[in-house]
């Protein structure tokens, strides 16, 4: 059964960073894009992709309220990915999520984790 568990969410102060984690399973992690979404506050129909990145790692997308801050990474041996979220914001304030998009033989394949809650506020 594939799953996507976020983990390294919390309260942190503007400026501060915070590292998201997402451990795979159940699927075969290194035939996915991955990405991260977020969902703000008030904002429950509009869930924002914040990054994503291809199979090998090679390739990363970011959302322009993150660029420069944020940087998307994978370890395909680990089932990981990973969100190195710095200098943030209250804005930044969201559930963010997890996905995987299947390539291939896997497209149409779609997982989300359960989300964790990131805030920024002093």
């Known amino acids: 059964q594939a799953q996507l568990v976020e983990s390294g969410g919390g309260l942190v102060q503007p400026g501060g960073s915070l590292r998201l984690s997402c451990a795979a399973s159940g699927f075969t992690f290194d035939s996915y894009g991955m990405s991260w979404y977020r969902q703000a506050p008030g904002k429950e129909r509009e869930r924002e992709q914040v990054?994503?990145?291809?199979?090998?790692?090679?390739?990363?997308h970011y959302a322009d309220s993150v660029k420069g801050r944020f940087t998307i990474s994978r370890d395909n041996g680990k089932a990981m990915m990973y969100l190195q979220m710095n200098r943030l914001k209250p804005e930044d304030t969201a559930v963010y999520y997890c996905?995987?998009?299947?390539?291939?033989?896997?497209?149409?394949?779609?997982?989300w984790g359960q989300g964790i809650q990131v805030t920024v506020s002093s």
């Open positions: 996905h995987a998009a299947g390539r291939g033989r896997y497209s149409g394949d779609n997982y």
């Open positions: 990054a994503y990145i291809s199979i090998s790692g090679g390739a990363t």
